[in-house]
């Protein structure tokens, strides 16, 4: 039994460690997580934002480890000193629906262009979003163009490459 514990807590630390150091690492990767294709740097800065709770712009061993340990204190749901399979599936599921609502949130803001709480027709539609596109204005979008628009945006957020149809580009 007492095995298990400890296997259970072992488990359960690797993986949020594992999870806190992707994050912490894809920070300091930069905005383009080293690929160079200019992806992901809004949610870096953001996770940066979190971590670094001193504002000295970098994150320390102490914000990082009271990070983790924040994490498992909130994954150890029944307080016995371990987080379970379920438990971890559970503070999992939870930081993701949070993640989603702020996504969601954000796009309906870039959305709602005039911010008057409604999106229209013309809002969602992305307003000038093919003209914009369209750098040589031959009523064309070729694949270069697709390509340099892409570089200014992020993917999951807007961008011409976000094939999953789940977020719609920023309005203007």
């Known amino acids: 039994m007492a095995n298990k514990v400890l296997i259970t807590a072992l488990v359960a630390g690797v993986a949020l460690t594992t999870g806190a150091l992707t994050g912490i690492g894809a920070a300091f990767a930069g905005p383009d997580h080293g690929r160079g294709d200019g992806h992901g740097g809004r949610s870096h800065d953001r996770m940066l934002e979190k ?13 990082f480890e009271a990070k983790r340990n924040a994490d498992f204190t909130a994954a150890d749901t029944n307080k ?8 971890l599936s559970a503070f999992h599921e939870k930081k993701m629906a949070e993640r989603k609502a702020e996504r969601e949130k954000r796009m309906y803001d870039r959305l709602d ?4 709480g409604k999106v229209t027709k013309g809002e969602f539609e992305g307003a000038g979003m093919f003209d914009r596109m369209d750098t040589n204005k031959d009523g ?9 628009h892409g570089k ?11 094939a999953d149809g789940q977020d719609m580009p920023p309005a203007e």
């Open 51 to 63: 971590l670094d709770t001193d504002k000295d712009g970098a994150v320390s061993k102490a914000e």
């Open 80 to 87: 016995d000193g371990n987080v379970s399979a379920a438990e």
């Open 113 to 116: 262009a005039n911010k008057d």
């Open 140 to 148: 064309k979008i070729a694949a270069d163009e697709m390509m340099a």
């Open 152 to 162: 200014g945006s992020h993917r999951g957020h807007g961008g011409p490459d976000d």
